[in-house]
Nanobody, 125 residues
Framework: QVQLVESGGRLVQAGDSLRLSCTPS????????MAWFRQAPGKERNFVAA????????DYADSVKGRFTISRDNAKNTMSLQMNSLKPEDTAVYYC??????????????????WGQGTQVTVFS
């Protein structure tokens, strides 16, 4: 069983930066594929970014490419999402997800076994 604990969400102004973190209990970040999804009010949950187990291959949604960076710190057993140049449309609940089913990041929610409770990011203009 893996429990995911997210942190870092808060209210920020457009153009600001924010870093979200996710720590898995029961597994090391290097042994699982991890990802971020987000859900804006009244909308479906969408893929944001993912990082693979080995080699650290990353994948991003087009809407965040060049602004967001997903990474992991094996020593701290933490996965992070660095978000720069935030826009009001980035406002959402951000969910950390982990998969023991796949080796590389996936955009599909069904590939992920475990989910965090979510952390709110609100960007005002």
């Amino acid at each position: 069983q893996v429990q995911l604990v997210e942190s870092g969400g808060r209210l920020v102004q457009a153009g600001d930066s924010l870093r979200l973190s996710c720590t898995p209990s029961g597994r090391t970040v290097s042994s699982i594929v991890m990802a971020w999804f987000r859900q804006a009010p009244g909308k479906e949950r969408n893929f944001v970014a993912a990082i693979s187990r080995a080699g650290g291959m990353t994948d991003y949604a087009d809407s965040v490419k060049g602004r967001f960076t997903i990474s992991r710190d094996n020593a701290k057993n933490t996965m992070s999402l660095q978000m720069n140049s935030l826009k009001p449309e980035d406002t959402a609940v951000y969910y950390c997800a982990a998969s023991t089913k796949v080796l590389v990041g996936s955009k599909w929610e069904t590939e992920y076994d475990y989910w965090g409770q979510g952390t709110q990011v609100t960007v005002f203009s």
